[in-house]
């Protein structure tokens, strides 16, 4: 019996500058390197390929039993919250083989806020502090 093949697809919101997508692909080889017998694919929303679609039908015909799918959306907007269900819905229907599992956005985990903070306090840390601004004499009124 051979083990079940496990995905995860790391959908984002894409952009017209395909620099913008260099973070995420950064997160996709970590996972990779880390989860060598998961499948990971990045999806985008809009202007990026591949969309969420795409993604999920490559990893069902790759044999996918699960794919989980984590949005990298720092909140629940209207992306997550309304569009996301919608083409979750329409991935479930084409691959009825697959289980399609939807996860909250990786910016309301805790994991992600306390590494968040932990940036802007070090950066805060690192900063050397102005000298106080010398009072300036009164207006005239």
Known sequence: MSTPVHGLILFAHGARDPRWAVPFEAVAAHVRAQRPG???????LEFMTPD????????????????DVLPLFLGTGGHVRKDLPVLMDALGHAHSNTCFALHPA?????????????????????????PPSPKSPPSPV
């Open 38 to 44: 998961c499948l990971v694919r990045l999806a985008f």
């Open 52 to 67: 969420l679609a795409m993604a999920g039908a490559e990893l069902a015909a790759a044999g996918c039993e699960r794919v």
């Open 106 to 130: 990786v910016g309301e985990m805790a994991a992600v806020t306390q590494a968040m903070a932990d940036v802007a306090v070090a950066l805060l840390g690192a900063v050397t502090p102005l």
